[in-house]
């Protein structure tokens, strides 16, 4: 069996700390290192006074370190943190994982020139119940067609997410746009605050909650004139996001350069 060497960006973040101690807990797997932003108070300390860890490893605050020791690096960051990920990626040849959310067009971009240099996946959401859910919004919204079911997005996080809605919300739209053959940002409505209008045909709402510490909610409703359907996606920790994840680095630090999703990496858990 291979050991993976596994680095993680933003290694004290929320997300961080558990992809930390998960990656130390895999045997597949090797942690070789961390890294925070420049500014961080706690750059230079050893993850020993943080994790159980057998290593005179420090938190370091320059990236392009940790990339060249590591197989694939795990991002979930800020999108500025991303972009220049994304860059020493490149520069190390390095496989880069990215679950930070709120990318715009031009990291994305950014991202589909990387994958010609390198393995790159890149996921609003890296659990593998969220991305069944995928599979069957975009299975019902070609049975239940617009003239006859409205779709509406509802998702639930915790006060500290700071982009609106989830970048899972807006995938489970942008699978539903897709499978009724329309443009996703023609029917998406994030805002009805205001807004005198009654509801467009084949519109695509969003609702957003946040409060308390919730992992994750969301729920994609299929409501016509006589019944409703409900298909939902509960998270009950961050646990589900940080396996998926490490089993995406597992799988990209064999594969070859390109963009890959976790559709690839659940068909090679199945082969």
Known sequence: MNNFKIGIAGCLGRMGKELVSSVLQNKQTIFVGGFEKKNHPQIGEQFVKIFNLDSNLVIKDNGEEIFSVSDCIIDFTTPESTLNNIDVAIKTKTALVIGTTGLDE?????????SKIIPILQSTNMSLGVNTLFNLVE??????????????ISETHHKHKVDAPSGTAITL??????SRKVDFNSVRNFDRTNKLNPRKEGEIGFAVTRGGEIAGEHTVSFIGKNDR???QHKAFNRSIFVEGA??????????QPGKFTMKDVINSLTT
Do not use: V, W
Request: hydrophobic letters at 45%.
């Open 229 to 231: 359907i409900d298909l």
């Open 173 to 178: 739209g942008e699978y539903a746009a897709k």
């Open 139 to 152: 299975h019902s919204a070609s049975i239940l067609d617009a003239l006859s079911y409205d779709i509406e």
């Open 246 to 255: 490490i089993r995406a680095s597992i799988f990209l630090s064999q594969s």
């Open 106 to 114: 031009n990291i994305l971009k950014q991202i589909e020139d990387a």
